[in-house]
């Protein structure tokens, strides 16, 4: 099972960027399908994206389609979310999720990071 930290949160303006980053250490990351999900305050997690093994598969939430990417580099252990045109309802607590059957559905996700703070204002 691997482990994995976030990174790369933090605070912008409406329109701005940010990258995530997740490390995962202690498996093997390659036999990862691996996501991000966020949570707001008072409210569920929610899928955002999710990467196959290869990276050569992706899947959005629509909320976030054409304005975040997700991309892995197995050789570095690590998977990103480049996220664009950033707005005030993406304000979340970012989650790095591993799983080997994908779901958008958080439940069934095996593994998590303990999340990193994106707070964008108006």
């Known amino acids: 099972q691997v482990n994995l930290v976030e990174s790369g949160g933090g605070s912008v303006q409406a329109g701005g960027s940010l990258r995530l980053s997740c490390a995962a250490s202690?498996?093997?990351?390659?036999?990862?399908?691996m996501g991000w999900f966020r949570q707001a305050p008072g409210k569920e997690r929610e899928f955002v994206a999710h990467?196959?093994?290869?990276?050569?598969?992706?899947n959005y939430a629509e909320a976030v389609k054409g304005r975040f990417t997700i991309t892995r580099d197995n050789a570095k252990n690590t998977v990103y979310l480049q996220m664009i045109s950033l707005k005030p309802e993406d304000t979340a607590a970012y989650y790095c999720?591993?799983?080997?059957?994908?779901?958008?559905?958080?439940?069934?996700?095996?593994?998590w990071g303990q999340g990193t703070h994106v707070t964008v204002s108006s």
């Open positions: 999720a591993a799983a080997v059957i994908p779901t958008v559905v958080a439940a069934t996700w095996t593994t």
């Open positions: 202690g498996g093997t990351f390659s036999r990862y399908t």
């Open positions: 990467i196959n093994r290869n990276g050569g598969s992706t």
